[in-house]
């Protein structure tokens, strides 16, 4: 485990600040690439995991904060998006867009603003855990702040 926080960890929880988000990073024990991973180190349902999945929606990123209790329907999200085409993006693509590594896309800290849709499903839960920009990272969040913070659209994704 990290003895302090990794630099992309420290770039998200200034932003989280900045926007006056209430939680705070919290490094997990082991990486946790999965929402069931993430989950049970937790000690939460895995509903309550806001996977931050990154798409191409014709050439530009999509940000996909599901619930780990689902898939995402990408003829959904295309619809929703309007978009032609929307495919999971490669690691490449992720890192670009992002700046984080695949496992750890925080829903806030990127170069550049994100169109972003945020499950409805989240708002089922009082807390909700989101990736803190590195596998070893998350932090507690709702589904209204992820909606402020990431100016975010509620949408169903599967």
């Known amino acids: 485990m990290p003895e302090k926080l990794p630099p992309n960890a420290v770039k998200v929880g200034l932003v989280l600040r900045e ?35 990154i798409f191409d929606a014709d050439g530009e990123p999509l940000l996909v904060l599901t619930s780990g209790a689902h898939r995402v329907d990408t003829g959904l999200i295309a619809r929703t998006a309007e ?16 700046g984080q590594p695949i496992g750890g896309v925080a829903p806030v800290g990127h170069p550049a603003p994100i169109r972003t849709f945020v499950d409805t499903w989240l708002g089922k839960h009082d807390v909700v855990w989101a990736a803190g920009g590195h596998p070893h990272t998350v932090f507690p969040t709702a589904f209204e702040e992820l909606i402020r913070i990431t100016g975010g659209m509620p949408a169903e994704v599967e």
């Open 19 to 53: 926007l006056g988000a209430a939680g705070e990073i919290v490094v997990l024990p082991e990486s946790a690439p999965t929402a069931a991973a993430a989950a049970a180190q937790l000690g939460c349902e895995v509903g309550a995991i806001a996977n931050s999945l």
């Open 83 to 98: 978009a032609t085409t929307v495919k999971r993006a490669t690691p490449e693509f992720v890192r670009a867009a992002t």
